[in-house]
């Protein structure tokens, strides 16, 4: 459904065009929505258990998308792996099923991301400022 809901079909897609799951599990949704494209697009996944990464990638080679890129072992809040230079990649379509179950969705996300002036080189698992939470009023605890 979610693969008919974004309008991929509809779209004008080529090669050049990134679909990106920030959640992908085993790599079905992407694998739905790749199919739904009727052309070839490019993949992007990634997922925080190593183990269920490794499942997607190998289920996105056996239905015929060995180019799809999936990153393992960090959580896509605390530690966004698709990046151009310092800030975070675009494009031009997400999809997710997030994992509302996982009551640890924060665990290793700092919400004020980094010290202005700080650098951090590509390959740290410290957070990098990308402004994703500015102005959103984000808290580390619930509020009433």
């Not at 031009?92 to 290793?108: C, E, L």
């Not at 410290?126 to 605890?141: A, M």
Request: hydrophobic fraction near 35%.
């Amino acid at each position: 459904m979610i693969a008919q809901i974004i309008g991929i079909r509809a779209a004008n897609t080529t090669s050049q065009t990134t679909v990106y799951d920030p959640t992908c599990g085993s790599g079905s949704l992407l694998i739905k929505v790749a199919d739904e494209a009727g052309k070839k697009v490019t993949l992007y996944g990634q997922e925080k258990d190593g183990s269920t990464a490794g499942l997607a990638q190998m289920n996105l080679i056996l239905h015929n998308y060995a180019s799809a890129v999936i990153h393992p072992g960090q959580s896509t809040l605390a530690a966004p792996s698709f990046r151009d230079g310092e800030a975070i990649k675009t494009f031009d379509f997400g999809v997710a099923n997030p994992p509302f179950s996982d009551k640890r969705w924060s665990q290793g996300m700092d919400t004020n991301e980094l010290k202005p002036g700080l650098l951090i080189k590509e390959e740290s698992t410290d957070t990098v400022n990308f402004h994703r939470f500015d102005g959103l009023g984000v808290s580390n605890g619930f509020q009433n």
